[in-house]
């Protein structure tokens, strides 16, 4: 990342920059922070608060090779080549995670965001737009329309919880619960489903049927290509 005053357009010069450890491809700045999409070395984030000493405050590797991003809101979305579209909660800058990602049919090269639409450069495929962007994919539009829906209530709970959503066709549906550290919790759902809307209750137990203590964990579904992931509140 190279920083450069413009102050004079006729005379622009160097007043910082940080070496990140991939290759910078692309880089937007939001706030404080410049998000870069650094290719094998996935999302970084560098705090440009004074711009003459720039510093990582966090990244996250993405699985594929981070060849684009775009910001908007708490998320950074990055065209992450074979590994299509990947979207990365960015509320804490020091601590980025993923929470949702579309396999796009072939190369993610170059993202967009504006408004409730991604658009995705994706090399012979064309452009694919995705729709509602929130906490992962809940849509798609390319040459047809899903529409996957992922609701939880209530949320905080403390008994119990109903996750709700939508298919739109038949699907091979996992839908699991994680704790903040990542270990698997419990396994609500592993099997084909009809298109239409399901209801899928959680009392609030794992898979040896002991209650979870009180916090935060994650509600993961998948349905075909879509993933979602949500967060979701334990209190005892």
Not at 122 to 143: P, S
Not at 172 to 182: F, M
Request: net charge negative; glycine share 8%; aromatic share 12%.
């Amino acid at each position: 990342l190279r920083i450069i005053d413009v102050t004079n357009p006729l005379s622009p010069y160097e007043v910082g920059y940080y070496d990140t450890p991939g290759a910078a491809l692309d880089v937007v700045v939001s706030g404080l922070y410049a998000y870069i999409a650094d290719e094998d070395s996935g999302l970084r984030i560098i705090d440009v608060t004074n711009p003459s000493y720039p510093y990582e405050v966090g990244y996250y590797d993405t699985p594929g090779r981070a060849l684009d991003v775009a910001v908007s809101g708490s998320y950074a979305y990055i065209a992450d080549r074979l590994a299509g579209l990947r979207i990365i909660d960015v509320t804490n800058p020091s601590s980025p995670y993923e929470v949702g990602y579309y396999e796009t049919p072939q190369r993610g090269r170059g993202i967009a965001v504006s408004g409730s639409y991604a658009y995705v450069a994706d090399d012979i495929a064309g452009l694919q737009i995705y729709e509602n962007l929130l906490l992962g994919v809940e849509e798609t539009h390319n040459l047809w329309t899903m529409d996957f829906r992922l609701n939880i209530f209530p949320n905080p709970f403390s008994h119990l919880t109903i996750i709700s959503f939508q298919l739109p066709v038949k699907s091979n549906v996992s839908l699991r619960i994680y704790d903040i550290t990542g270990r698997l919790v419990k396994i609500l759902v592993d099997e084909d489903m009809e298109a239409g809307s399901h209801n899928v209750r959680w009392d609030g137990r794992d898979n040896s049927k002991k209650s979870v203590p009180s916090g935060v964990y994650f509600c993961r579904t998948k349905a075909g290509k879509f993933s979602v992931t949500k967060k979701l509140t334990v209190f005892k």
